[in-house]
């Protein structure tokens, strides 16, 4: 990991678990994470703090991770932001709800997977967390 920037990961998941978990993983590769409960409070860090990658659920109450994904890509501050979205919903179902995130993977979540697709959409060198 580049040693002169610290980069920063929002997790978005209403299952507190799955936030901790993957909170866990990046911060001991030496990621700084941010966690969100819901969609409402994603969009606020997003907006005020502009992580460097958004690991994003789907489904959630309130605001879902598609309501999200649209306000962060239509936002001229926020659209380069890249997210992969987190979800039991399959490629179709994304699909139909007009989404096309920078990567997807299908919970239940394998930790190694997900941690590869940012490193590689990130540009980084490939650490283990």
């Keep these: 990991m580049d040693k002169n920037k610290k980069w920063t990961i929002l997790v978005v998941d209403d299952e507190e678990e799955i936030r901790r978990a993957t909170s866990n993983m990046f911060e ?15 969009l606020k860090i997003i907006n005020r703090d502009k992580p460097d990658m958004i690991l994003l659920d789907g489904m959630m109450p309130e605001m879902t991770g598609f309501e999200v994904y649209k306000a962060v890509k239509s936002n001229p501050q926020t659209r380069d932001v890249p997210v992969i979205l987190c979800s039991a919903a399959d490629k179709e179902e994304i699909l139909k709800n007009n989404v096309n995130p920078d990567d997807y993977i299908q919970k239940p979540i394998q930790f190694q997977k997900l941690y590869q697709k940012v490193i590689k959409i990130l540009g980084l060198d490939s650490v283990s967390p």
């Design 28 to 42: 001991r590769a030496g990621f700084e994470v941010s966690q969100a409960e819901n969609g409402v409070e994603a």
